[in-house]
């Protein structure tokens, strides 16, 4: 039997509060999330650093995804090697309601640099299917550039040209 799942009626970013930072743990430490990103969790020690350091960092910008009053997850970006990169991470119950599209669509429209990165894992569909729909597209010359990834994970870049 399918799942229903309810609409959401609102998506919005907002800055990062500290105590979204318990929901984003719980959200990386989720085994199918974990399946899902390729991207292994941290202990709370690891997650506590990782977090303190992109917060103090003078080229990241960093957003809480709200949907419907709840902390649904997070986006971040950042500047490495040269390019603006992005992330997201979305927890599982707020998987196939439109929170990542809506959340991305805002955030992309506050972060005005171009072009914009994402490194997704192959695997990933739902990941890829969202940065489609946001207007990224599967950058094959960047995938040509890159190195393998020392984790052995396949994963495909997508650029944000415009």
């Not at 799942?5 to 970013?13: A, F, L, P, S, W």
């Not at 997850?73 to 119950?93: A, D, H, K, M, T």
């Not at 969202?130 to 995938?143: N, P, S, T």
């Amino acid at each position: 039997m399918t799942e229903v799942r309810d609409v959401i009626h609102e998506v919005r970013v907002r800055a990062v509060e500290d105590q979204d930072l318990d929901v984003f743990f719980d959200h990386q430490v989720d085994p199918k999330a974990i399946e899902m990103a390729a991207f292994p969790a941290r202990d709370k020690d690891q997650f506590a650093a990782h977090w303190a350091k992109i917060r103090a960092g003078d080229t990241a910008v960093l957003r809480t995804i709200v949907a419907d009053g709840t902390v649904a997850g997070n986006i971040v970006s950042w500047e490495q090697n040269g390019q603006r990169l992005l992330g997201y991470w979305v927890g599982r119950e707020h998987w196939g309601r439109g929170v990542a599209t809506e959340a991305l669509t805002r955030f992309v429209g506050q972060v005005s640099t171009r072009p914009l990165y994402a490194h997704v894992a192959v695997h990933n569909v739902g990941s890829i299917r969202v940065l489609e729909k946001c207007g990224f597209r599967r950058d094959r010359v960047q995938e040509a550039k890159a190195p393998a990834p020392d984790d052995g994970v396949e994963e495909f870049i997508f650029v944000l040209d415009a």
